[in-house]
């Protein structure tokens, strides 16, 4: 699988961003897949993730309420609005997917080691 994240941009804090996943060589549709972001000299933070079927999502505490990740399966692409952008959003944001057999039912994971496929990274930049 191939991923491509793009959506990327300098915004002002408060503004909005959607950035977009675009997955090839394979079709995502049975996996559940994420958001995270690196900010050198931190370890990568989760922000989202969801699953297969877009039954249930998941955030991290510093975006929820704020940021939304949804999926279009038919296009195999996964999206995240950005709202009210802060600059500690400022980040290289990575869309991932996680490969794994689970059971039915199991949440998203929140590790970035249970990933296995990862974009390039976009970067955001948000400034005051």
């Known amino acids: 699988v191939q991923l491509q994240a793009s959506g990327g941009g300098s915004v002002q804090a408060g503004d909005s961003l959607t950035l977009s996943c675009a997955a090839s060589?394979?079709?995502?549709?049975?996996?559940?897949m994420g958001w995270f972001r690196h900010v050198p000299g931190k370890p990568r933070e989760f922000v989202a993730a969801?699953?297969?079927?877009?039954?249930?999502?998941y955030y991290g505490d510093s975006v929820k309420g704020r940021f939304t990740i949804s999926r279009d399966n038919a296009k195999n692409t996964v999206y995240l609005q950005m709202n009210s952008l802060k600059v500690e959003d400022t980040a290289l944001y990575y869309c991932?997917?996680?490969?794994?057999?689970?059971?039915?039912?199991?949440?998203?994971?929140?590790?970035?080691?249970?990933?296995?496929?990862w974009g390039q990274g976009t970067l955001v930049t948000v400034s005051s």
């Open positions: 991932a997917s996680d490969m794994r057999l689970k059971p039915y039912g199991s949440p998203c994971s929140v590790n970035v080691d249970d990933y296995t496929y």
């Open positions: 060589g394979r079709s995502i549709s049975s996996y559940d």
């Open positions: 969801i699953k297969s079927t877009s039954s249930n999502t």
